[in-house]
């Protein structure tokens, strides 16, 4: 039902299914996404609130909090957004969590990005891949890292410079999952607007299952 966009039904269905197991947390995941598109972010962050307030791990309190990240970067309160991204780095924190604390960076620096603060989120991916490096994670893990790096650094600038090079258009899709580039892209390509005179920029991608007719 949610991705035929039948909010309400699919909002019935997760209810039952939290009739039979209340902490089965997926339910109310589902139930905040089908708030969200419905245009009722508060409700979703009322909704999610219900995980953290019966969480019995940390990753369900993780799930949570990136949940509430993706409402917040949605209605455009990337500060709130960032707030979120925090706690969950915190989390991390207390059990030395190092591939969960380097997500949350890369998180982080993607919503600075959004927010307009190129040098924060610099900070930000510069810190994760040092951490990365410096820890126990495999190689394999530590490669990727070094070579997603260079794809986060290049970002901003590439379109700065798409002008430079003579090229007429700049295009960023949209995506909701981690690594997170871009949940909102049109907060991105504002800021590239900011930066550039008379580069044509568009959206690439829009993903209709996640989005109301209304909104697209």
């Given at each position: 039902y949610l991705k035929m966009g039948r909010f309400d039904e699919s909002i019935v269905q997760y209810r039952k299914a939290l009739a039979i197991d209340p902490n089965f947390i997926n339910s109310h995941q589902g139930i905040a996404a089908a708030l969200m598109y419905q245009g009722k972010p508060d409700d979703a962050a009322a909704e999610l609130q219900k995980i953290t307030d019966k969480a019995r791990s940390d990753a369900e309190r993780r799930t949570a909090l990136f949940a509430l990240t993706v409402v917040e970067v949605d209605r455009g309160k990337l500060d709130a957004a960032l707030a979120e991204v925090d706690k969950q780095y915190a989390l991390g924190e207390k059990t030395n969590d190092v591939a969960g604390m380097t997500g949350d960076l890369q998180l982080k620096g993607n919503v600075l990005l959004e927010m307009g603060k190129?040098?924060?989120?610099?900070?930000?991916?510069?810190?994760?891949?040092?951490?990365?490096?410096?820890?126990?994670?495999?190689?394999?893990?530590?490669?990727?890292?070094s070579l997603f790096h260079h794809y986060n650094l290049t970002r901003v600038a590439i379109a700065k410079k798409d002008e430079e090079v003579g090229l007429d258009v700049f295009a960023l899709g949209e995506h909701h999952n981690e690594p997170f580039v871009s949940s909102s892209p049109t907060t991105t390509l504002a800021y590239i607007a900011a930066q550039t005179e008379s580069l044509l920029l568009s959206t690439s991608t829009t993903l209709i299952t996640t989005n109301d007719p209304v909104k697209i």
């Open positions: 190129p040098d924060d989120a610099k900070a930000a991916y510069e810190r994760l891949l040092k951490m990365t490096a410096e820890s126990s994670l495999s190689q394999e893990i530590k490669d990727n890292a």
